[in-house]
């Protein structure tokens, strides 16, 4: 009789692992992302739409959730198997079982990340990109908040599904936190301002320190978002939120890469000096790709490998960028690459074009510091690497970091005018760590250049 039982629990397991296979899931892809593209055409009048994608997904990721258990529950039973020294041959058969049921567990954990990605495509129609970052690192720093962890490991999900749907069916868009990767505040998210609003839903009166540090900092986040600045946020004495224009993105030209590439092995757009798309289909070498030009010092990044590693966040998400729901599966099966080129040589031809030094620097948080000649050696600003990878992962042109660049330059020319007794012991930090942030690349300009 237990012999029948392990062979059942070993046959159950193995049909469980073959439900994380994305090819298996390749249909759900597809209407999700069909249901997703007509939610963008009409985001505030198909609520209905919106309701029936969450249904959808919660169902996926609750389905993905129970084949998980399954196979974690058949893991630890190999592994006490293994600890109980069976003989030789037994053993190397179950480390072998183990090892592949372990990558199994790797594949579902990947697939429940695919769904919440579906998922995070939502609120980013609602709200901007840059209002939505928030809603993903913690109050401490800027350190990526703890997911809420799984859907049916949650007594109140049932609750906080309700409270959501009875947003929805009152024509208030609202979606569950717990069904992307980004919303990590609050239970469920109402989406019907330009600033996201999470809410807690509690179906118990128990409090405890835990529920007291979530309404704190939930009461900080709202206080943030409602006033645009702040004292002592996320490790910063002062934050102040301001409104930049949104630049057009070369999504447009994104989509012509991966339309060309269809009918054959590789493509390449090049939608501004300095910036380069390329598509590949599976098999196609980048040594291809040596003839081409694509810069003098060329910073390539590859989506596929980011989407591998589920390190995508906080960036705008791909499942939304990618607009054909067969180039989404294409993309997450492997069978399409895509690749940014940015040439840092470009962009410091373009600011010295402007009368303008930019210096790549070698420092944690900033990519590069722009100056005028002649000017002050503190009398700059730097660009963050955030700030360059939204070029290459959310398809935004070069020209807008430029134009943040020369306004925040500007702004502070404009500041510099104040009495130097009145700087700041954090400011005195900040000078002194600009001060120590040496050069990567040869700059363009040197500071005898006339001003």
Known sequence: MTKICEITAARRASKEAAQFSLKRNRRSFKDLKSSIEKLRVDPF???????????????????????????????????????????????????????????????????????????DAIPFIYHDKHALKHMLYSMEDYSVKQSAGALSGNDGRQFEARVMEGFCRRGIPAMLCDITNTLRYGDVCVMAESDPFPIEVKSSLNRNARTARQTEHLLALHAFLSTDKAENFRGTPRVERREFPMAETWVTKLDECLRMVRTKRSAIVRPEDGLTYVALKLGCDTAQLDGEVLGKYVDMLMWNVFIASESWAPYFPFTLTIRR??????????????????????????????????????????????????????????V??????????????????????????????????????????????????????KPILPTLLGDDVAS
Not at 351 to 374: C, E, M, Q, S, W
Not at 401 to 411: C, D, K, N, Y
Request: proline share 3%; with cysteine; aromatic share 6%.
């Open 325 to 382: 729901a067969s180039d989404l599966v294409a993309l997450l099966e492997g069978r399409l690459g895509v690749m940014v080129a940015m040439d840092a040589h470009a962009i410091m031809r373009r600011f010295a074009t402007l009368g303008l030094i930019a210096t790549y620097v070698d420092h944690d948080k900033v990519a590069l510091k722009v100056h005028r000649p002649n000017a002050s050696v503190v009398a700059g600003v730097g």
């Open 45 to 119: 009048g198909r609520i209905d739409l919106l309701l029936r994608i969450q249904k959808r997904l919660i169902s996926r990721i609750l389905r993905t959730e129970r084949g998980l258990k399954i196979l974690k529950d058949e893991h630890l039973r190999i592994l006490a198997l293994r600890r109980g020294r069976p003989p030789r041959g037994l053993s190397d058969a179950l480390k072998i079982r183990a090892k592949r049921l372990s990558e199994d567990i790797e594949r579902g954990k990947h697939l429940l990340w695919v769904w919440r990605c579906l998922g």
């Open 384 to 437: 963050s690497f955030h700030f360059l990878r939204r070029i290459q992962f959310e398809c935004e042109p070069i020209a807008s970091l430029i134009a943040f660049a020369v306004q925040g330059l500007e702004h502070f020319e404009s500041m510099a005018s104040g009495d130097p007794s009145q700087c700041s012991q954090e400011d005195e930090q900040m000078m002194a760590e600009w001060l120590g942030m």
